[in-house]
T-cell receptor, first 115, second 114 residues
């Protein structure tokens, strides 16, 4: 069975500091991996996705993530945090070849950005 | 503009009432999903649909029901609302094809049952 673990339910950084949000996955087959962002009272917006092409994936708003098979990780980073990055971030996994495109989500990480 | 819509955005209703949460997409997607999200928690899939006249239960058991009579429309119904149904409900859709695993989400409906 697939699963996703997000370490740290709350992360606080200063504006301009590095953002690092951790995600580890469990999957019996090579997975597809996603990061979504959710702003207050809104739905989820796709930040980036890994679908077995390049292991370093660049997304919107300056975010990127690196797929590391040996560590079963897909951590999200941004070199310099902006106040507008404050939101909840969800990592998700899916199995290629599945008919339903079902996503399994982590519990989320709430990112706070301090001025 | 292609998008996915949910109405109402917020709903406060009394116990025992029947409610329908609307979800429509203009993206031409064949697959649609309903997720339930409690505050500070992950999303749980409660229903999904491959296409018209196709509906399946998700990973989290739910007393709600869904229907898919039109490709673009995927409403969720609770016959008798209870306080335990208080949650946020998110609708999503995805296409078959190149971006097969990418799901697009609506803004959600925040339901409160008093």
């Amino acid at each position: 069975a697939q699963s996703v673990t997000q370490l740290g339910s709350h992360v606080s950084v200063s504006e301009g500091a590095l953002v690092l949000l951790r995600c580890n996955y469990s999957s019996s087959v090579p997975p597809y991996l996603f990061w979504y962002v959710q702003y207050p009272n809104q739905g989820l917006q796709l930040l980036l996705k890994y679908t077995s092409a390049a292991t370093l994936v660049k997304g919107i708003n300056g975010f990127e993530a690196e797929f590391k098979k040996s560590e079963t990780s897909f951590h999200l980073t941004k070199p310099s945090a902006h106040m507008s990055d404050a939101a909840e971030y969800f990592c998700a996994v899916s199995t290629p070849g599945g008919a339903t495109n079902k996503l399994i989500f982590g519990t989320g990480t709430l990112l706070a950005v301090q001025p | 503009e292609a998008d996915i819509y949910q109405t109402p955005r917020y709903l406060v209703i009394g116990t025992g009432k029947k409610i329908t949460l609307e979800c429509s997409q203009t993206m031409g997607h064949d697959k649609m999903y309903w997720y339930q999200q409690d505050p500070g928690m992950e999303l749980h899939l409660i229903h999904y649909s491959y296409g018209v006249n196709s509906t399946e239960k998700g990973d989290l058991s739910s007393e709600s029901t869904v229907s898919r009579i039109r490709t673009e429309h995927f409403p969720l119904t609770l016959e008798s609302a209870r306080p335990s149904h208080t949650s946020q409900y998110l609708c999503a859709s995805s296409a078959t094809g190149q971006a097969i695993y990418e799901q697009y989400f609506g803004p959600g409906t925040r339901l409160t049952v008093t």
